[in-house]
């Protein structure tokens, strides 16, 4: 009897990459694959790419450049790549020409067809390309492997129309499209059924979500809210331009809904803002800030910021430390501004040299550890719900969890308690997490 054929997926980038590698995973798991714990040895592997900035671009490069000693000694080895940087044809022109080991090639619109054209590959050993530039109709019902028994992503939407003027994402998801609320509804209900107590759910924008029956976001919310056996509710990401009064007041009727929000700003110059297409301005975005606290006391806030946009000036980054201060996130995912190739800001003239950028994104990331420590610190001594992941990744004794706003903790218990909601209080708050102790 032959062995049972393993593969391999490698994940570049965010929720929405890592989602679609958990469908590719439950698609293999169904062709009656098994996962191999490494890339070597096994006999398919993928690799989900990002291009959101140039770092996720050369750090493919780099991994299929390792590759090639794998085809030399196993021919039958398949290696196939798909996501954001295969919808760029400059992409696909160096692969053909650099990396001829790669046997399939597909993109984010076509990845319910991947067993197919692996299943034409290992029968035909023809190499195949197979990317669409539009996104079709939706496909629901697609398998998925989870990397948690007890929550889960869930898609809402696909695209984005926004066009920030640094972005790649609108030219590689495409344009904005809502999957159908009684899908969702009904994919959350599989999903509670199966031991699932979290779903976040995920869009580029997920304010403009419009399901097929009129129901906006917050509707989702409010019906999700009502789910048997859901315990919490997350999403992301959502365009501050667009977050209603109706989501807000959401926070307050559905206590499912964690008290917590990703918020991404990117800048709080209201000039570079104007410059990057986001359509509302430092005051608008502190406005906004200030109803969410007044509505929800407790919330927890992240965001994303890129220094060193196109002509930012001293005074434009004092902006963003500035709002930093006001607003005290939580935490802040830091970006330097990185060129993509076809969006309008990469033809900008007034690119910002390396240095100056590294310089404020290095007193940005000061200012944001410095708060996020405070705000940790705070908590010492106070009592959190915790949904417990496993195992805590840096201490293999200890459990790792995440609160409801989203951070992560620390403390000693039982391997049986993962996947449940525990009381723990905070016993010591770092930068980047909190430890704590179990209550009885
Ligand atoms: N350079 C740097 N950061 C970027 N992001 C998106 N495009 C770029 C770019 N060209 C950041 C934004 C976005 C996050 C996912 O990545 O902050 O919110
Ligand atoms: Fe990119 Fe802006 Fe769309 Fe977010 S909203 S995916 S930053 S274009």
Redesign the pocket.
Known sequence: MSRTKTYHITTFG?QMNEHDSETIAGMLSEMGFSQAPERDGADVVVINTCS??ENADKRFFGTLGQLKHIKKDNPDFTVCVCGCMMQQQHIIDSIKSKYPWVDVIFGTHNIHEFPRLLETVLSEKEKIIDVWENGGDIIEGLPAKRLYRHKAFVNIMYGCNNFCT???VPYTRGRERSRKACDILEEVRRLTEDGVREVTLLGQNVNSYMGEDGTDFSDLIYRLNEAEGLERIRFMTSHPKDLSDKLIQAYRDCEKLCDYIHL?V?SGSSRILKKMNRKYTKDDYLRLVEKLKAAVPHIAIST???TGFPGETEEDFEETLDLVRQVEYDSAFT????I?KGTPAAEYEDQIPEEIKHERFNRLVELVNEISARKNAAYVGKTVKVLVDGPSKNNSAALGGRTEGFKLINFEGPQDLTGKLVDVEVTAGKTFSLEGRLEK
């Open positions: 965010c959101v900035r640094y972005c790649i991404p990117q994303d910021i890129i970006f330097l501004y990185s993509r």
